[in-house]
Structure formats: C-alpha cells, structure tokens
C-alpha cells in the first residue's frame, strides 16, 4: 500500500482533488531489475541496411544495431528492431476511471491502470517524467509479471476497465494491444490514454480491442509542440480525427500551464478545434498543472485561468468542459445539455451521485453521450 508520507505529500502536490480520490493500490511489488528487461520482436518496421527504419511514430528514425529510439522502449538491431516494454510494467495500479481521464466512461468505476517506462514526447512539463523519461530497461519493474496474473491480482476487487495511461502506451503496442485483447476477453472495458504521435496505420491497429480514448492535446500550434514537447502538432489532430472515424469514445485532456498555453488565443484555438472537428459533444478535461521536471520555476495554474479555460470552452459550444485535478469545484459535475441540471456529481475524481438512467437525463429525458453500461 501506499505509505503515509507518500501519500501527504501527493496530497500536498496535487491538492483537494488528491486528498479525495480513492487511494492508490501498489498491486505488484518486486525487486529493481534494471538488467533482467528483456527484449521482444517488435511490429511496425522494414530493414534498411544494417538498421531498420521505425515505422511507429511520426519520426520515422533510422535505428542502428543497438541504437535506442527517441522513445527509449524500441532498440535497433542487425536488420531488425525489438520492444523493451513488453511485459515490463512499471506500474501496475487501481485507480477510478475518472483519473484517465475519462468522464463519460463508466462513470466511478475502478479499473487497472498498467504502465510501462518511455514516451516519444519530451514535454519540458511532463507529470509522470520519473517513468516516461526512462527506459523499460532502467525502470523498477515488476517482478514475475505475466498477463494473467495481473488480472488475477486484481479478481477480487470487481474491476470494469482497464487503462494504458501514465506514460506513453503506443510506445509498446505489442504489448498494449495483446493485453488489452486479453483483458476484453475477461470482461473488462479496454482504455487507452494516448499523446496521439502515433502513425495512422499502427494507430488503427491498436485501437481494434479498445472502446474509449482520451488523447492529450498540449497545445494549439505547431510552434508550442516543436518548444516544449520535441514533436509536431498535425499528427495528432490526425489520430484524433481517426479515433472518431473509428467510431471510438473519444475524450481529449489539456493540461493548462501558466505562460505555455493558458492565453485567451490559445485556449479559443484549441477549444473550436475541438467543436469544430470532434463534435459539441466530445469531452474536454482541463487539467491543473503543478511544477514538475523542467519547468518547476513556474507557478501551479490560479484557479481562475481553468475558470476562463471552461467558459472559453463553452463559448466555443463544448456542452462537457471539465475541471478535472480540482476539487471541490463545478467544473467537476457533468451537466444535462438540454436542461442544464447536474446530473453527475463529483468531488475531484470521486463521484458522489450519478442520475443518469443509462445515459439518460431523468429530467428532461435527453440522452447524453458516453458509455454508461
């Protein structure tokens, strides 16, 4: 379990909404590792050379005999390329499916929430940069892990979902994918939370067994994403485009951080983008930043600039606009679209009543979207 001091001080970090959610269960503990990763044959490449080109993500890199890719999970080898995240977890937790995040999927439901080391992103802001800045191969991971002994762990405890979130699962879809196959099997609703810098054709592949995606949108321009995540904006306004042809539930996130992207332009921009091409009715969680990795000289997000980020996404038409990491707070709630009454109560990422009838206002009657049973 989660030690008392830890758990003050994420309390501390994260304020109210941390001190109210459920607690964090450490399922799996096992022994630092950093050597016994092992390598798997990796998907999505063709030789070139003595190398093999990287067909996973925008970068398209040219991998070398043991040559690591920028998102420290994929290794070069002679012709070849091989994954350092399958079957390495680093984390292994349940958590409410609210902390995805994810509003309209079952709402206060617990799920199992899986994580492997790595993401092709270097954002200078990055929440999770003790695992996501790392290599499966550097990581604590856990110890004896299988598939089915993750889920045998968590048997008990009633799960409904599953979620690929913390680092960067599309970093690793022979892993994510086979897991999220497996777990379908068992019953459980498959998750998937995505930066979206991800190939159109391995993307579509992925998202076969899953049935809801959040996707972090970091920022409005081309030039925010080359500064301060080291990638470009298109590709993902791309896989959000195909998460919606696909016809999966899709929610996007924003994490809004004081003089990157919390200006008035910037928020419009991102906000009409969303109504404009994902629907009035897709989600938009916005989520408060606190000073983390390179960019602890800056202060966490004044309340009032997530008050101003909601009401610009509302102006922009967005029925859901969410204010996700703080609580208590009206952001939290979801509202009726057609008669504007809560009808989802939450306290940060705990909820506290839901009076939805499958999905129904028991109101006015309107059905709102999501996925409810």
């Known amino acids: 379990m989660i030690t008392r001091r830890a758990l003050l001080s994420e309390m501390t970090r994260l ?14 503990e096992g022994p630092a590792r950093a050597a016994a990763a092992e390598p798997h044959p990796a998907k999505y490449w ?13 970068r398209r890199e040219l991998l070398g005999p043991d040559q690591w890719g920028f998102c420290h999970v994929r290794r070069g080898r002679t012709g070849s390329i091989v994954t350092y995240g399958y079957n390495q977890p680093c984390i292994l937790n349940v958590d409410p499916i609210e902390k995805n995040p994810a509003a309209h ?11 492997h080391a790595g ?8 929440q999770n940069w003790e695992f996501s800045q790392r290599s499966p191969a550097e990581t604590r991971n856990l110890s004896d892990f299988t598939q089915d002994s993750a889920f045998t762990t ?14 960067e699962p599309t970093s690793c879809p022979e892993f994510v994918g086979e897991m999220a196959v497996l ?28 049935a ?17 995540c080291q990638a470009e904006l298109k590709p993902v306004l791309d896989t959000m485009l195909l998460v919606k042809a696909e016809q999966k539930w899709l929610e996007v996130a924003t994490l809004v951080v004081p003089t990157m992207n919390d200006d008035t332009a910037s928020l419009t921009t991102m906000a009409s983008w969303i109504a404009r091409n994902l629907g009035t009715e897709t989600p938009w969680h916005l989520e408060r930043f606190m000073p983390q990795y390179m960019l602890k000289d800056l202060p966490e997000t004044p309340q009032a600039t997530l008050e101003k980020a909601r009401k610009i996404g509302l102006d922009a038409g967005l029925k859901f606009v969410y204010i996700s990491n703080l ?3 009206e952001g939290n709630h979801t509202y009726c679209p057609g008669c504007g009454k809560a009808v989802i109560r939450r306290l940060g990422f705990r909820v506290l009543s839901n009076d939805l009838k499958a999905g129904r206002c028991p109101h006015c009657k309107r059905q709102l979207p999501g996925l409810w049973v």
Not at 15 to 28: D, E, S, T, Y
Not at 187 to 206: A, Y
């Open 119 to 126: 993401c092709n992103l270097r954002c200078l802001y990055c």
């Open 183 to 210: 777990a379908k099997a068992k019953g459980l609703v498959p998750t998937l939370c995505t930066c979206g810098f991800v190939q159109p054709k391995p993307m579509r592949e992925i998202l076969v067994p899953f």
């Open 15 to 28: 304020g109210a909404a941390a001190a109210l959610a459920p607690l964090v269960l450490r399922l799996m």
């Open 105 to 115: 999927v079952l709402p206060g439901s617990e799920g199992l929430s899986v994580a």
């Open 46 to 58: 063709h030789a070139s050379g003595q190398g093999a080109e990287c067909e996973l993500c925008p």
């Open 327 to 329: 609580a208590p707070h």
């Open 154 to 167: 968590v048997k008990p405890r009633n799960l409904r979902t599953i979620a690929f979130t913390y680092t």
């Open 212 to 228: 809801a995606v959040t996707i972090t949108l970091k920022g409005p321009t081309e030039a925010f994403y080359q500064k301060v």
